[in-house]
């Protein structure tokens, strides 16, 4: 059974100026004048590209606006859901203040190595705490004890648990905070019918509920491959 999609606007209700389509050229371009991408930064996407889960990593893009909204905010606590091997968690890590804390979720071990060491050549190892555990147990586990505690949240991990993480996402976050939440435009699968699998649905389902929740403000950007940024107001 097909998702039931929203009907089309009307012609006369729909946006004049809409998003730009971003070709090879003008993504080129984007980078080119945009993106300041760190040294450290630069040498750990290199080293992610060998491996063959090498797409999952954030792009240079989406991790400096990462950094840039940390810097705007100035959270003091953070957490993040999926670490890989840990470019979006160097990109907070450098970026957040001195005095903020860091706690990354990872369920394989061999990234969270990788994430470490790139974390420990940055300086900022002290101030990082990881787990390599499923995200499920430690977020509940914190959910117990420093509820509505966390300025900013970060989730980029496994789709299957994606609702979950969100809800539990929202208990932790206290009001004001921000969470992010990356790959809700799923290499644009969400707006294509012919793609009815499980992770493609389970996407669909979170923004969804994200655009339903009166609790949230949002705004979903067409950065990388999709990345929501959600106002708890509640």
């Known amino acids: 059974m097909l998702p039931n999609f929203p009907k089309p606007l009307p012609e006369d209700d729909k ?127 914190l959910s117990q004890t420093e509820r509505e505690t966390f300025d900013f949240i970060f989730i980029d991990a496994d789709k299957q648990n994606l609702l979950a993480y969100y809800q539990l996402a929202k208990k932790l976050l206290r009001p004001g905070g921000c969470l992010l939440i990356d790959n809700t435009l799923w290499w644009g699968n969400v707006a294509d019918q012919a793609f009815t699998d499980k992770d493609t649905r389970i996407v669909r389902e979170l923004n969804k509920t994200i655009h339903e929740d009166t609790e949230v403000e949002l705004s979903l950007i067409p950065i990388g491959d999709g990345l929501t940024l959600v106002r708890k107001s509640i």
């Open 15 to 141: 946006p004049v100026n809409r998003t730009v389509n971003v070709d090879d050229r003008l993504y080129q371009y984007l980078v080119d004048v945009s993106v300041r991408e760190d040294d450290l930064l630069r040498a750990l996407r290199r080293e992610t590209a060998q491996y063959h889960m090498a797409r999952m990593q954030l792009s240079p893009e989406v991790g400096q606006l990462l950094a840039l909204l940390v810097k705007l905010q100035a959270p003091k606590k953070l957490l993040e859901i999926g670490v890989f091997t840990g470019y979006s968690t160097l990109s907070m890590a450098m970026a957040m203040p001195k005095e903020s804390r860091l706690i990354a979720i990872e369920k394989k071990q061999m990234w969270l190595d990788i994430a470490t060491r790139y974390l420990d050549q940055a300086g900022v190892m002290d101030r990082v705490t990881t787990f390599c555990d499923k995200a499920l147990s430690v977020m509940e586990a």
